[in-house]
């Protein structure tokens, strides 16, 4: 079914286009060709410059990703996890940092905050694994363009507890 213009994603998606070009990554998709781009709702968001403004003025700006955009794949108790990191970077210990750029409103309150680290929590091992890195090595955190405040979770999950939260979820079988 086709679903209405979703003006939130639309933003986070620029947000993100204009990242890729500003660290000269290539970009995945051309906001134009997006499904409803061309609907009406679709029209040009002016908080988009808003928010490039705050990243500017973040410690994240004069910092320079080894990785923009990086797909992963993670086996997680049988189940294949697939996704993309916004951005990788080196730490001054020799490890690395993942983060994810969000251009919505930091978490409202710790269950909030506690499902939206789970994917912190699968970015970190994913990056672990690939990089051959020890989990401790790998740091994860969300950036809260707006605000300019980055979120790094001391309690991510790690691999075991990962494993128990997928093994958790029913299989489609067991679904009514």
């Known amino acids: 079914m086709p679903r209405p213009p979703a003006p939130l994603a639309r933003r986070g998606t620029l947000f993100h286009t204009w990242l890729e070009t500003l660290w000269g990554a290539p970009k995945l998709v051309d906001v134009d060709e997006l499904p409803g781009s061309a609907d009406e709702g679709g029209v040009q968001d002016l908080e988009i410059a808003t928010l490039q403004d705050a990243f500017l003025a973040s410690e994240w700006a004069e910092r320079n990703p080894i990785e923009v955009e990086a797909p992963f794949e993670l086996l997680v108790a049988g189940v294949l996890l697939r996704g993309r990191v916004d951005a990788v970077f080196s730490t001054d210990s020799g490890g690395i940092e993942v983060v994810d750029w969000k251009t919505g ?34 740091g994860a955190a969300f950036h809260y363009v707006r605000e300019n405040f980055t979120l790094r979770p001391a309690d991510l999950l790690g691999e075991s507890e990962l494993e128990s939260l997928v093994t958790a979820v029913p299989q489609s079988s067991d679904l009514v």
């Open 105 to 138: 409103s930091p978490p409202r309150d710790s269950a909030d905050s506690a499902v939206k680290t789970v994917q912190l929590a699968a970015y970190r091992l994913a990056f672990a694994r690939l990089r051959g890195l020890p989990l401790e090595r790998v």
